[in-house]
């Protein structure tokens, strides 16, 4: 089985700094795709953004990109220029084949 | 496009009922899954469907079950509930099953309050 771990429960930024959001992942698969969920109060979980493993250029969603480091299995994700709607519960995936694996999530406060 | 839908968004029922939840994929996607989100225990892997066939579960009781209709459609089914089953179920649909890299739709989510 895969693991995915958030090891930041809680995070805060001020409005248009940029936060880092830390995740890491344990698999033995070769061929395995990483994700960011964002889940609002709303309770809907959304993507944020996806990495292919096989790619070693980082992928970018306007203010959002990760750091995908795939020797030390991490897949950061960087939030740019925070805006008060980036305030949520943030979930790191991965997945290969059958399922997805969640971290535990970061809360994310933005500070005006 | 309609995206993932959910019914019903909230409910309580009495430890020992049963409760059923449906879930309508995006339009075109085939395959459904569903997850059990609680404070404690995080997003954790039900089931997942596709061509109305179970094909992939996760490491629950046999309380929990499921099915997908041929339009794929899905329902999932807790019987004799007890109270830790009290969570958010979230259905989530994508085109393909069994294939990496393969996005995941979520829906709004039921709550399941179980008194």
């Known amino acids: 089985a895969q693991t995915v771990t958030q090891s930041q429960p809680e995070m805060s930024v001020q409005e248009a700094e940029t936060v880092t959001l830390s995740c890491t992942y344990d698999t033995s698969e070769s061929d395995y795709y990483l994700f960011w969920y964002k889940q609002p109060p709303s309770r809907q979980m959304i993507l944020v953004i996806r990495?292919?493993?096989?790619?070693?250029q980082n992928a970018t969603e306007n203010r959002f990109s990760v750091n995908f480091q795939k020797a030390a299995k991490s897949f950061s994700l960087k939030i740019s220029d925070s805006q008060l709607g980036d305030a949520a519960m943030y979930f790191c995936a991965s997945h290969t084949g059958n399922q997805f694996y969640f971290g535990t999530g970061t809360s994310l406060t933005v500070i005006p | 496009k309609a995206g993932v839908t959910q019914t019903p968004r909230y409910l309580i029922k009495t430890r020992g009922q049963q409760v059923t939840l449906s879930c309508s994929p995006i339009?075109?996607?085939?395959?459904v899954s569903w997850y059990q989100q609680t404070p404690g225990q995080g997003l954790q892997f039900l089931f997942e469907y596709f061509s109305e066939t179970q094909r992939n579960k996760g490491n629950f009781p046999g309380r929990f079950s499921g099915r997908q209709f041929s339009n794929s459609r899905s329902e999932m089914n807790v019987s004799t509930l007890e109270l830790g089953d009290s969570a958010l179920y979230l259905c989530?649909?994508?085109?393909?099953?069994?294939?990496?890299?393969?996005?995941?739709?979520f829906g709004e989510g039921s709550w399941l309050t179980v008194v």
């Open positions: 339009s075109g996607h085939r395959s």
């Open positions: 989530a649909s994508s085109l393909y099953p069994g294939r990496s890299g393969n996005t995941i739709y």
């Open positions: 990495q292919e493993a096989y790619k070693q």
